[in-house]
C-alpha cells in the first residue's frame, strides 16, 4: 500500500514537473500547481456521512439527513479552504546548505503572504525532513527545516514540497517546487597532525598573528565594507572623524598554508578528509591564508569565509563524483 | 481496541511529541459530552456515569502530563464494559444498545488516545452518536443541537490537528462559525433536494428508543397514573368545517372486553359488517409514534384516508398487522348514536361476563340496585347517582387496591382513584346486573389552539370511560367520572378538565399571556412537524413544480443539486477572492496605491522602479492640469515614507486627500495612454 503510494507519488510529481518546468525562486503558488486529494481521515468520514445519509433516507429521518448533510458540506467548505491555504503564497530558499558529518543540515525557506487571509500549518517538505508554521496576513515567516543526520556527502534535492491540511485534516493541498536544493555535508572535523606550510616545514597553522599591533606589512586603509573582522578596523581613523575604513595588510603569499592530501599518506579516507577538515577550519579561525590540494582538485590560496565554504564543499563533494 | 499509534499522517513533528496535550483531549471530550445530552435520557445511568468516569480520567492524567493507561488497565475496563452492556440490553442490536456501546466506545477511546488520530476516531463516533439523537425526530430545539454538535466538532478538529496548533480557542470556534456559516446554504439545497425514499429500504424489527408513551390495551386501575402526568403530546385534530363541542371530544381507542377480576383487556371482535351512519365530522390527524394497531378516531369513525385502515367490530378504527401509527390521515367521524341493531348473542355473553367468584360485595350491590331500579337506564342513573353524592374522591394519586377483589376495595374501602377506577367499577356493576357493559379506552378533549385551529391532545388527556348496551338504542357512552361532584375533584386539578394536565392547570390559572405564548409555541412546532420534520418525496415535488423544475422529479432533482452546488463554490471562491486580494496592513502604502491607480485610470502608469518625485514630475509632463495635487500628494507622501515618524492623523489626512482627487476629464497625450477608453470610474 505505502510503496503504491510513494510510486503514484513520484509519477505525480514527474508529470507536474513536465507540466510546470523549473521554477525560479521566488515562486509564487497559484492555482493551477495546487493538488488536492481526501487524506484517509477525510476518506472515513465520506464513507460516514454516507452511511448516515442512507440511515436518513431510510428511516425518513429529515434531522438526521440535515445533519448529515451539514457535515458534508463542512467538509467541502473545508476543502475550498485547504486549496485557498496555499494559493498566493510567495516561497523562496536559499538553494545550499552546509553541514557537518553527523549534525542536522538545515535549509532555510522563506514564506510570503501578502493576502489579507491568515495561513495555518504549512508545512514544507525535503527529502526525509518537515517543517511547519504558521503566516498571518501580510507578514512573511521564515523557516528552518532539518533533515536527518547524514554522513560527508552532497545532498541534493530536485524539488521540495509545500502542503496543508488545514482546517479539518480531511483533505490535504500540496505543490511541487520543481528547484534545486544542496546540502553539503563536510567531514566532521578530527586528527591531531600538523599542516605543511609551503616551505614544505611540517607545522601547525601559525597562531593568528596580532594583526592590530604588527605593522610590518601594513599595507594603507581600504574603505569598509561589511563582515571585515573587526580587528582589522581602523579605529583611530574614524576617531579622527574620517569614514570608517579598514587597515589592509599586504597578502603574505610565501606565507600561504597547503593543506594537501598527500601529507596524510596511510591514513584511510574518511580519516583523511577529517584532518583536513580541521585544518582548514583552524586556519579559518586563525585568519590565515590557504589552499587546497585533493587528488581531483585544488584550490588556489585565498582567506576569509568564501575560502573555508568552498574547501570544506570540495571536501564534501570529495569522492562522490559530485562536483 | 485498537491500541492508539501515532499515525504516519502526523508527520515528523508529531512523531517527536510524546504525551497528548490537554487541550485537543478537553475539546474532544466536550463534543462528545455535548452530543452524549439527548441520549442519556434513555439509556441506563451508568452508561453515561462510565463514559463520564474513563473521561475524566484521562483529562486528570493528561493535566498531570502523563500518557493513557496502559493495556493491562484497558482491556479488562474495555471487557467489563461490553459484559455489562450485554447484561443489560440482552443483545448488541437495535438502536438503545447500539447507542450504548458506541457511547461506551467512544470514551474508552478517549482513555486511550496517545494521537491526534484516536481523537479523529472519536470525532467519528460523535458524528454516529449524533445521527442516532436525530433519527426519532425531535423537537425544534434539535435543530440547535444540530448545529452546536457541527460548531463543536469543527471547533474541536482544528485545535485537534494542527502541528503548529496557533488557533487559540476563541479563534477556532469563530472560524469554524465562518465555516459552518459557509456550509449551511448548501446543506440546506442538499436537504430540500436529495431526493428521498417514497418507502424504506429495511426496518428494526420492533423495538424502538425506549417506551414510547401511549395507552396500552390493558387496563387495571393504578396504571394510567404515569400516563396521566405525562404532558406529551398524543396527536393533534383539526377539524375541516363544524367543530363538535368541547364535551363531545370523545377519542376513542381500543375497546376492552376481557374482565378477569382486576385487569382489562382486548377482545378480537373481528369487522365491522355494519355501514356507520352519516359523517357530521371531517377532520385531520397527525399521531405521534406509538406501537399499537388502533387510531384514535373521535368517537364513531365513518372513514378514514388510509390504506389499510378498517372499522373493527367494536367500532374502532384498527390497521391490522401495521404497529407503527401514521403521521398524517384525514378522518370523517359521527357522533350519533349506532341505532338498534339487535346485539349478537355471542357478544352479549362475553360483555356480561364477569369471573367467578370476584368481586362478591360489589355483585350484591349491582343485585340490591337493580331490584331497586329494574330498567336498564335507572340502573344506570342510580349507579351515577352514587358516585356523586357518595364520598368519592377524584384523585390522580390513589391509594393502591391490592386486595384479590380491587373493585370491591375501591367502591367500599378507599372511594377515591380517577377514571380508570371510576370505569372500571361501573363495568362491573353493570355486567353484574346483566347489562351488556365494556371499557372505553382513549382521550377525552384537548386543548385548542387559536392560532393554528389545532386541537392538541395530551398524554395527559387520556380518559376510561363505557359503553352499555340499552335495548333499542345500541352502545351508548356512560362516562362515570363525570359524576363526581366538583368539590370532590382533588383541588389541583380542579380548574381544568377531568384530566388535566399539570402544565395545563398550571398556565390556565396563573398567566394568561404565558398561556398564549404556549400556544403559539405549539403553532410552531405543528410547523415544524408538517414542513420540517414530515418534508418528502411529496413536498420535494411540489417544491420542484413550483420552481419551475421541468423534467422528472430524479433529474429534476439532480440538476438542482449540482447547480447548488456549483453555485456554492462560486459563492466560496468569491469570497476568497477578496480576501485573497493582496492587502497591504499599511495605511499609507494603502492610499498611495490608490492614488496610482486613479492617475493610472487617467493614462499614466507608474512603473515599478519610479519613487514618487519622479513619478510625479512624469504626471505633471504629461497630464498638466492633474500635476500640481500630484506633485504635492506624492510630496506628502515622501515626506511621510521617508521623513521622521508622524502622527498617524496625518497618514490619515493623507488618505482622505487621495479619496478626495478625482482626475476626471483629464487625459495623458496621446504616446503614453494606457488604456485610452476604459470606463472612467467614479467609485473611488
Known sequence: MSAWRHAAAARLRAWAARRHGRDALPAVVDRRRIYILPTGRGLALAALVGAMTIAGLNYASNLGLAF?????????????????????????????????????????????????????DLEIRCGTGAANCDVPAGTVRSLELPLAAAPRGVLRFGHFELRTRFPFGWFRAWTYVQAPLTAYVAPRPAGARRAQDDTGATGAPAPARDDATGDADFAGLR????????????????????????????????????????????????????????????????????????????????????????????????????? | MRRGRHSRDGGPAAAGASALPFGPLAWTSACLGLVWLPLARDLPPWVSAAVGAAIGARLVLATRGGDAPPAAIRWPLALLAIALLFVEFRTFNGLAAGTA????????????????????????IVYFLGVAALLAGGGFWMLGYLLAVCWLTAAALLRIDGSVRGLGARTALAYSARVLLHALPLALAMWLFFPRLAAPLWRIGGEGRGAVSGLGDTLSPGDLDDLALSDDIAFRAHFIGPTPSRGALYWRGPVLDEFDGRAWRRHDRGFSRTVPGRSAYHYRLELEPYRHDWIYALDRPVSAALPGAVLSGDGVLVRPGRDSAPATLLASSTTAPAGASPLDRRVRRLDTRLPAGSNPRSRALARLLHREYPADVQFIAAILARFHRDPYYYTLTPPPLLGRNPVDEFLFDTKRGFCGHYASAFAVLARAAGIPARVVTGYFGGTFNPFDGDWVVRQSDAHAWDEVWIAGRGWLRVDPTAAIAPQRVDPSLRDGSRTPGPFAVAIGRDAPWLAAFALRLDALRTLWRERILAYGPRAQGALLTRLHVPGPDAAGLAAMLAAALGLSFVWLAWIARRQLRTRSRDELQRAFGKLTAKVARAGVVRFPYEGPEDYARRVAALCPDLGPTVEKLCREYASLRYGAPTADDRVRAFGAAVRAFRPRGSRASAGIRRRPSAPRSTRD
Not at chain 1, 448533510?69 to 546548505?97: K, Q, Y
Not at chain 1, 553541514?99 to 495561513?119: M, V
Not at chain 1, 590557504?290 to 565554504?309: H, I, N, Y
Request: hydrophobic share 45%; with cysteine; charged share 20%.
Open chain 2, 101 to 124: 456501546l458506541l457511547g461506551l466506545t467512544a470514551g474508552l477511546k478517549i482513555l486511550e488516545a496517545r494521537s491526534a488520530r484516536d481523537l479523529y476516531v472519536v470525532v467519528l
Open chain 1, 68 to 120: 448529515a448533510f451539514l457535515i458534508a458540506s463542512t467538509g467541502l467548505v473545508g476543502m475550498h479552504r485547504c486549496h485557498r491555504n496555499l494559493l498566493g503564497l510567495g516561497i523562496d530558499a536559499l538553494p545550499e546548505t552546509d553541514a557537518f558529518a553527523g549534525d542536522r543540515p538545515r535549509f532555510h525557506f522563506t514564506l510570503t503572504n501578502p493576502s489579507g487571509l491568515d495561513r495555518h
Open chain 1, 223 to 323: 574603505p569598509y565594507a561589511p563582515g571585515v573582522p573587526l580587528k582589522h578596523m581602523a579605529w583611530k581613523a574614524l576617531a579622527h572623524g574620517g569614514e570608517p575604513a579598514v587597515r589592509h595588510y599586504a597578502g603574505a603569499k610565501g606565507q600561504a598554508l597547503w593543506i594537501d592530501w598527500n601529507a596524510l599518506e596511510g591514513l584511510p579516507t574518511e580519516a583523511r578528509l577529517a584532518q583536513l577538515c580541521r585544518w582548514i577550519l583552524e586556519s579559518g579561525r586563525a585568519g590565515r591564508r590557504f589552499g587546497l590540494r585533493l587528488p581531483d582538485r585544488r584550490l588556489e590560496p585565498a582567506t576569509g569565509p568564501a575560502q573555508r565554504r568552498r574547501a570544506l564543499r570540495a571536501l564534501a563533494a570529495f569522492g562522490t563524483g559530485d562536483a
